[in-house]
DNA sequence: GTACTGACTTGAAGGGAATTAA
DNA sequence: TTAATTCCCTTCAAGTCAGTAC
């Protein structure tokens, strides 16, 4: 615990040492005793430390989630069919009749392990009759409910001005009343106030358990935390809660057990809360720390590579991967979850090995679904001796057997954390993830450049690093369309260019023939069109470049999970590009630490 | 060493709000 | 002004990793 706090102590004199002297403390003062904000309570919570590492408040205050309303039944007119019989279901069954309903449209509803589970489970909430009668899923007919989901939510978009003015004061309501804690004296804005809503769950990827019921939560069900001293919560009225504990070395508000795996889920801060600012502050410095002993992992995983020992030479052969390819650490998982699988859990049948391959030698070929069921496929020359270590892990091996099998996450950490203390595989994901965006910014920025061209810079280096890390996204369903109209624009805007060049040609020959007052004004006005258009094509190419570059990639993740913040804020600092062109608004308030404490000598 | 639990971070998808084009 | 498109925000699933018990 007490070096943990070391660490943070260190933190700052390291940030004030490469900052020249600006550290998180006398910065955020600065920033805030200036004239554009007077100094609340809650903007001092930064300039606050705690008193040990695994005490996270002294004090902690809020309202309790906020539950799901109650099923509110469907009108009469929407009939529900058995077997062309029409049904009237008891309220409990209907429920869970429309959580199917809704999403029939959906792809989900056609798997056929998503309708058994839902079915199974469907059936052991009906009543005895219900059950007695209700025994094939295809014969349910569900359309009319389906039907009548469509037009509520047409009506839901149809609404006036005035409707939607209404429903949005009243969440602004909720948030007020459940939306905020009160941490160690400081309103906070919590994550996740409300309780998830039953329904089916809905798995990624081949899921076994895609369909299955997620059950409505009950204040039974939910632990409070929060500070002895503090206002307990109350349960709604004829509830209790499942138990009210003071446990401040946890940063959750309540937790609940959920029904499908029967793991605990939380209330937890808001990114832009203080607790959550320096565990991220916190990660970030750990990356930063591995920049300076990188070298020297990289010396003993390679030394690992020709070790005597199996397990030494799988674990240097998996951190190379780790380092190399930013790859997950790949933790164990139970059959009762999707095939998917990271680092140490790659088997046989997820590499090709290629002696040659493309005009390059020793190639891995990767295919295999990573988080999410994301395909991750990339074919990567290896140095020879990996490449040998590599056919030697899968000899006598059979394609579903573990590529790595002497060694695992746990073992691999411990490892890792001998190397530096606090080092863990996900360490390189954020260090190779944001040494790629210094090093690109570095490169690719120049001062010539306008700040649309900057931006678009920017974008490129976040995309070297999504391209990294796998962040993927499916292509935007208006793709195709969207790109052919920008690109019949920058046609048109071309031909506006030629057209302008042109009068502009015939203007400057009417004032040489005859120059008067208004014969120059006129030249001077074409050219002045001219250098428009030609900056307005600039601006449609850049766009085009950016979009097409950005078709299947997903650049929020890493920006908001592995790219140090005080990289940007220097980064813009530097170049003149406001913060906002880079950060929306709910990104300004997850990195406000980084804002505050960044000058633009920073660098990672 | 390993199975299990708990706490926390990371991740893509979906829907509504905001912005832009027609 | 309306329709199309983009962007933002929320949601909740799915990872990582530490701690504990045996």
Request: charged content about 35%; aromatic content about 10%; some cysteine.
């Amino acid at each position: 615990m007490k070096r943990c706090f070391c660490v943070i102590s260190r933190f700052i004199y390291i940030s004030a040492e490469r900052n020249k002297g600006a550290s998180l403390v006398s910065n955020v003062s600065r920033y805030y005793s200036g004239s554009a904000a007077a100094k609340t309570r809650s903007d001092l919570r930064w300039e606050e430390s705690k008193s040990s590492d695994s005490q996270k408040w002294s004090r902690l205050e809020h309202k309790g989630p906020y539950f799901a309303p109650e099923y509110d039944p469907l009108p009469d007119n929407v009939p529900f069919y058995y077997d062309g019989r029409l049904l009237k279901l008891s309220p409990a069954t209907e429920e869970i009749a429309t959580f199917y309903a809704k999403m029939l449209d959906h792809e989900y509803t056609s798997k056929e392990v998503f309708q058994n589970n839902f079915f199974t489970d469907w059936r052991e909430e009906m009543t005895d009759e219900e059950r007695k009668l209700i025994k094939t899923l295809s014969k349910c007919d569900f359309s009319h409910m389906h039907k009548y989901f469509v037009e509520k939510s047409e009506e839901r978009k149809n609404m006036t001005k005035e409707e939607k003015q209404v429903l949005k004061e009243e969440s602004s309501r909720l948030m007020e009343e459940y939306g905020f804690c009160v941490l160690d004296g400081h309103r906070e804005k919590i994550g996740n106030f409300k309780l998830e809503p039953p329904g089916l769950f809905r798995g990624r990827g081949e899921h076994p358990k895609m369909g299955k019921l997620k059950k409505r939560i009950q204040p039974e069900h939910v632990t409070i935390n929060c500070s002895q001293d503090s206002k307990i919560p109350e349960a709604p009225a004829g509830h209790r809660w499942k138990r009210v504990q003071h446990d401040n070395t946890v940063t959750w508000l309540a937790s609940w057990l959920e029904n499908i795996h029967g793991r605990p889920k939380y209330i937890m801060l808001n990114p832009s809360s203080k607790l959550k600012g320096e565990k991220d502050w916190q990660k970030y410095e750990t990356a930063r720390q591995l920049k300076v002993c990188v070298n020297a992992i990289r010396k003993q995983y390679k030394r690992d590579w020709t070790s005597r020992e199996m397990k030494s030479r799988q674990r240097g052969v998996a951190i190379y991967f780790i380092d190399k390819l930013a790859l997950r650490a790949g933790n164990e998982k139970d059959e009762e979850s999707a095939d998917t699988v990271g680092c140490c859990s790659l088997r046989v049948e997820h590499i090709s090995l290629h002696r040659r391959l493309d005009g390059l030698e020793h190639v891995v070929e990767f295919d295999f679904l990573g988080k999410d069921s994301i395909r991750y496929y990339n074919k990567v020359p290896v140095e020879k001796q990996v490449f040998k270590n590599l056919k030697l892990f899968i000899k006598h091996k059979d394609p579903e057997d573990d590529l790595f099998d002497r060694i695992t996450t746990i073992n691999l950490n411990k490892a890792l954390n001998e190397c530096m203390p606090g080092l863990t595989a996900k360490v390189f994901r954020t260090f190779n993830a944001s040494t790629t965006l210094q090093d690109q910014l570095n490169k690719l920025t120049t001062e010539d450049m306008t700040v649309e061209e900057k931006i678009l810079s920017y974008n490129r280096a976040n995309r070297a690093v999504a391209i990294l890390c796998n962040h993927q996204r499916a292509a935007p369903k208006t793709f195709e369309k969207s790109m052919q109209i920008l690109q019949e624009k920058i046609q048109k805007k071309k031909e506006q260019i030629e057209e302008a060049k042109k009068e502009l040609k015939e203007a400057k020959k009417a004032h040489k023939d005859a120059p008067s007052d208004k014969s120059k004004k006129l030249v001077e006005k074409k050219e002045k069109l001219v250098q428009r258009l030609c900056e307005q094509l600039k601006k449609l190419q850049l766009q085009e470049t950016d979009r097409e570059e950005n078709k299947v990639i997903a650049l929020g993740t890493s920006k908001l999970n592995y790219l140090d913040p005080r990289i940007t804020v220097a980064w813009c600092k530097k170049h003149n590009v406001p913060i906002e062109k880079i950060y929306n608004k709910t990104q300004r308030d997850k990195f406000t630490w980084a804002i505050h404490m960044t000058d633009e000598n920073f660098q990672f």
